[in-house]
């Protein structure tokens, strides 16, 4: 079991990434997904969750509407598309998976966890 993210990097403010979350040895589709970041020196904190088999999405207040989570079952993949990006946004984002029926927002609902990516929002 497997969580595989990427597509972190170094971005302006104001412009955009799209991270990718893949898994392999289980389906994405069977669990709920979720998307935390964690900053130097803070507590990792929720960003996005998708429901297991449901199309329930939650957001955190400080990335709503400018942060899109989107599942692919055909590729067993999530995405976090991130628009309109602050430095304040900038923080090594991590991908779980949670077996957990309800969608949840907290780090200890979840059962795998990626590597985590970079991203630094910066001019």
């Known amino acids: 079991v497997q969580l595989q993210a990427s597509g972190g990097g170094l971005v302006q403010p104001g412009g955009s990434l799209r991270l990718s979350c893949t898994a392999s040895g289980f389906t994405l589709d069977h669990y709920g997904m979720g998307w935390f970041r964690q900053a130097p020196g803070k507590e990792r904190e929720f960003v996005a969750a998708?429901?297991?088999?449901?199309?329930?999405?939650d957001y955190a207040d400080s990335v709503k509407g400018r942060f899109t989570l989107s599942r692919d079952n055909a590729k067993n993949t999530v995405y976090l598309q991130m628009n309109s990006l602050k430095p304040e946004d900038t923080a090594v984002y991590y991908c779980?998976?949670?077996?957990?029926?309800?969608?949840?927002?907290?780090?200890?609902?979840?059962?795998?966890w990626g590597q985590g990516t970079l991203v630094t929002v910066s001019s």
């Open positions: 998708i429901q297991w088999r449901g199309s329930n999405i």
């Open positions: 779980a998976a949670s077996r957990v029926f309800s969608l949840s927002t907290t780090t200890t609902s979840y059962d795998y």
